[in-house]
């Protein structure tokens, strides 16, 4: 893990594009721990809050339906800077709302922003991993992780000092802003016009199900993140400075198994990955569910982040070897499937808690994840395949 990662930073144009990764999940980190704040400040209940959150996924599928458009006039590296300034600003909105209408319209624009940023920071990494000759796509999605942890832990700094997720923002982006102007240069490098494709329309039936898998892991991930703290807060009356250790224990098993992806990957084959992965996230919201410790189930958050690591990169990864189907392609698709199960799966598990209780909600978890594990069983495109054909070792790169 230390060599793929030292190996890694030295790659300046890639290490730009992992900071993306962090930088969103720093600010969504954020956003978490301020959720339980806005759901009270704003009088939502568990059901109004879950209907409100679909304004998310309408943003994304806006983003599906613009995507070409953008992605042929604007270089992606044009649009990185943008699409991470802007996604900074919405959620700095976002959590400082005044009302619900205010409230709305961030989120339908964070939707939206969210799409694009994931088409194209994950696109730009296949294209990295094709001109570097190596693996990188897990260990950037390690990066997303490590921001969501080091963001949660934060949280729980904060607010030990007092100091509220309406100013606990500001901080996070300032220092978003700042790395952004310093790696301004690197991520202009590039400067490809990725020409997406990806126009609204249903995913084709060659990675149909691959959007499934997708949909249900990013549903789980929406899931911890949205209601961890809720949860953790008000089923289990947990104190409100470890409120945010849920989603911080997920983070940081989902950080560790991502560093140790691309290696896992190779060894076990993406096959055996997504099967194991799924089974332990099913026992892990089973943990969850049953206990009435607080550390207990904040174990289970952490079983979950080990089973949910590596599932995203291999399916990410599928999705550029499908034949007929290119690779930024794929990328959108997939990506369309993850977006609506993690945008879309706080709002039902939101219905779900309101009409019975919030354990009963996170039972659906576990009930996904076992269909995912089967489903991942008979996908032909799961097979461990390499992805470049003579892979240069880390200590061997050419920089």
Same mark, same amino acid.
């Given at each position: ?275 194991? =992965?799924?089974?332990?996230?099913? !026992? /892990?919201? @089973? *943990?969850?569910? $049953? %206990?009435?410790?607080?550390? #207990? ?32 392609? =794929?990328?959108?698709?997939?990506? !369309? /499937?993850? @977006? *609506?199960?993690? $945008? %879309?799966?706080?709002?039902? #598990? ?50």
């Amino acid at each position: 893990m230390i060599k793929n990662i030292s190996s890694f930073i030295k790659l300046k144009p890639a290490l730009s594009v992992g900071f993306l990764f962090s930088a969103s999940s720093l600010v969504f980190g954020t956003w978490v721990a301020a959720i339980p704040g806005i759901k009270h400040r704003l009088g939502f209940t568990d059901a109004s809050l879950g209907l409100s959150l679909l304004l998310s996924p309408l943003g994304a599928l806006t983003g599906v339906a613009l995507s070409t458009k953008i992605f042929s006039k604007l270089s992606v590296g044009k649009w990185m800077i943008l699409g991470y300034a802007s996604l900074s600003i919405i959620m700095i909105l976002q959590i400082n709302s005044i009302n619900r209408l205010m409230f709305w319209i961030c989120l339908y624009c964070f939707g939206m922003n969210g799409f694009l940023n994931g088409v194209s920071v994950n696109t730009t990494v296949g294209f990295l991993e094709k001109k570097y000759n190596r693996r990188m796509m897990s260990t950037c999605h390690g990066l997303y992780s490590l921001g969501g942890g080091i963001s949660a832990a934060l949280a729980t700094i904060f607010f030990a000092l007092g100091l509220s997720p309406r100013w606990q923002i500001v901080f996070v982006v300032a220092i978003i802003f700042t790395v952004l102007f310093f790696n301004r240069r690197h991520l202009l490098s590039h400067d490809r016009i990725i020409h997406s494709g990806s126009g609204l329309k249903f995913p084709s039936l060659s990675i149909l199900s691959i959007s499934f898998l997708c949909m249900v892991v990013f549903m789980s991930e929406g899931c911890v993140a949205d209601w961890s703290a809720i949860y953790l807060r008000e089923s289990l009356h947990g104190a409100k400075e470890i409120m945010g250790l849920g989603y911080a224990g997920f983070s940081a098993a989902m950080t560790i198994g991502r560093f140790n992806g691309d290696d896992i990957i190779i060894k076990f084959g993406s096959k055996k990955v997504v099967i194991t =992965g799924a089974l332990f996230a099913a !026992t /892990g919201f @089973l *943990i969850v569910v $049953l %206990t009435p410790a607080v550390p #207990i189930a904040i174990a289970g958050y952490v079983l979950i982040g080990f089973g949910c690591c590596c599932i995203v990169p291999v399916l990410f990864s599928a999705a550029t070897t499908i034949p007929g189907v290119s690779a930024v392609e =794929g990328f959108a698709m997939v990506t !369309t /499937g993850g @977006l *609506i199960g993690f $945008l %879309t799966g706080p709002s039902v #598990i939101g219905f779900i808690a309101e009409k019975i209780n919030l354990s009963t909600g996170l039972s659906l978890l576990v009930l996904l994840m076992l269909t995912a594990a089967i489903v991942a069983w008979r996908n032909k495109f799961l097979e461990t395949k390499k992805l470049i054909v003579d892979e240069v070792p880390y200590d061997e790169q050419v920089y």
